[in-house]
């Protein structure tokens, strides 16, 4: 397009310094272009000012490459299409908001916007019955993005709320339609599909267990269900963590299928499990199928994997592990990662740039990546930044955004690492300090 404006200017620019109107017969129709000696094109008795479209080709071109990083196979790393860029978290305060940090073109952040849900956040307990801070969901993706679609998790009121974000300020959001009722108790994951046009929710309280919405432009969230797809997890409100808890709800690649990770308990031998409703008729199943992997125990944080039905998992209890779907949902594992120095290995991405996953832990300042076909640990970097440790964590192009909630004594950041080498190249590039967050902080997701 730039290129036929550039032949009319030229053909404008000869006209000016001839001072006299080219007129340019239009074949069969009768009609004539004609570039008067201003510059400008008329045809059919419209104007055109040349110049004007000119100058906005030339700047959309030159904004479409912002950023720009393409995402390949699978749904691990987010698009980094045209446009202003920004990673989101949730505060899951009282006033529950979310953050919204804009990313620059280098990849690094800088502040951005605060904006409420509407709902109320509200921590997981621990073993004592104090707040489970910084894991104060014992989940991930309690907030996430497809398309222009924001969905975050309001656990103390036991909604989600939905948003649209702004094409020109990727800070800035609209609430669409009210909060909904997540249909039961704690809710802590999200997970949309622009192929359905839904928004499922995974809850992890007294009444736990999956719910699915409709997501409309103009009316927000409207349920599909009436009830619970449910977990007899035997939990309360809010539930006493980590182990025992509803972890992450996904779409698979294609969304044909619905997943969940559920965390065991090895300390009474209660085993965790992969739950997988079907799609069918763009409608998810209520029943579903379970199985637990031979070897895992508390399952939790997940990457899809591209071009393969496996999946990357982490499990508290060890390290990280790739699941293998059969054709009957059934999973086993395929490769198994053991962590030698690790504490809680919960949360995982999967980058397209290094075809490779990575891996956080709330109580060790590391990040690790992981060959997620032969099980082999790449790299672990040992982070001197001051964290205590990170949480959710997303893969953006050449770069990995991790959460770390802070404590008492820490503020909240989020890490940004360069991995624009490939495997084994992860550096950190920044540590954004963000100020007024508490360390009930979660989620992590990018546009």
């Not at 000696?37 to 000012?49: C, F, K, M, Q, V």
């Not at 940090?101 to 916007?113: H, M, P, R, Y």
């Not at 025992?244 to 031998?269: I, R």
């Not at 690790?342 to 060790?364: E, G, H, L, P």
């Amino acid at each position: 397009m730039v290129y036929l404006w550039s032949k009319l200017a030229l053909l404008a620019l000869i006209t000016r310094i001839s001072a006299a109107p080219i007129s340019i017969p239009l074949g069969k129709t009768g009609q004539s272009l004609t570039i008067n000696d201003n510059g400008e094109l008329s045809i059919a008795g419209r104007t055109i000012n040349i110049a004007e479209i000119i100058r906005t080709e030339t700047s959309c071109s030159s904004s479409s490459h912002r950023g720009g990083h393409h995402r390949g196979g699978g749904k691990n790393s987010t698009s980094t299409a045209n446009g202003p860029k920004a990673v989101y978290f949730i505060t899951n305060a009282a006033n529950n908001s979310i953050v919204a940090l804009k990313v620059n073109d280098d990849g690094t952040l800088s502040n951005g916007s605060m904006t409420s849900t509407g709902g109320v956040g509200l921590s997981g307990l621990d073993a004592t019955g104090g707040p489970a801070a910084p894991d104060s969901l014992f989940s991930q993706g309690s907030i996430k993005v497809a398309g222009n679609n924001l969905v975050a998790v309001n656990p103390g009121s036991n909604t989600i709320s939905m948003f649209s974000i702004d094409p020109n300020d990727a800070t800035r959001l609209t609430m669409v339609g009210k909060p909904a009722n997540s249909l039961g108790e704690f809710p802590i994951s999200v997970t949309l599909s622009t192929k359905l046009n839904q928004a499922c929710v995974a809850n992890s309280g007294a009444k736990a267990g999956v719910a699915c919405f409709s997501m409309s432009a103009t009316e927000g969230l409207t349920p599909l269900d009436t009830s619970l797809r449910a977990f007899n997890i035997n939990q309360t409100t809010p539930p006493v963590g980590p182990t025992n808890t509803v972890s992450q709800v996904f779409f698979n690649s294609d969304s044909t299928a619905l997943l969940t990770t559920v965390k065991g308990d090895p300390t009474v031998n209660n085993t965790g499990f992969l739950s997988i409703f079907p799609v069918a008729n763009g409608k998810v199943s209520t029943q579903d199928i379970r199985s637990s992997p031979a070897g895992t125990a508390v399952l939790f944080g997940t990457a899809l994997l591209p071009n393969t039905n496996n999946i990357f998992v982490t499990d508290a209890s060890f390290g990280s592990a790739t699941l293998a779907i059969s054709n009957n949902g059934i999973a086993s594992v395929a490769a198994q990662t053991k962590i030698a120095d690790q504490a809680a290995t919960c949360w995982a991405a999967f980058s397209d740039v290094t075809n490779s996953a990575f891996v956080t832990d709330v109580a060790v300042n590391h990040l690790v990546e992981v060959d997620t076909t032969s099980g082999a640990l790449i790299k672990e970097t040992n982070l001197t930044n001051g964290n205590p440790g990170m949480i959710d964590l997303v893969s953006a192009g050449n770069f990995i955004y991790a959460l770390s909630p802070g404590n008492a004594t820490t503020k909240a950041t989020v890490t940004v690492f360069d991995v624009s080498g490939g495997q084994g190249s992860a550096r950190q590039i920044q540590n954004f300090i963000v100020e007024g967050v508490p360390d009930s902080a979660q989620g992590m997701a990018f546009v």
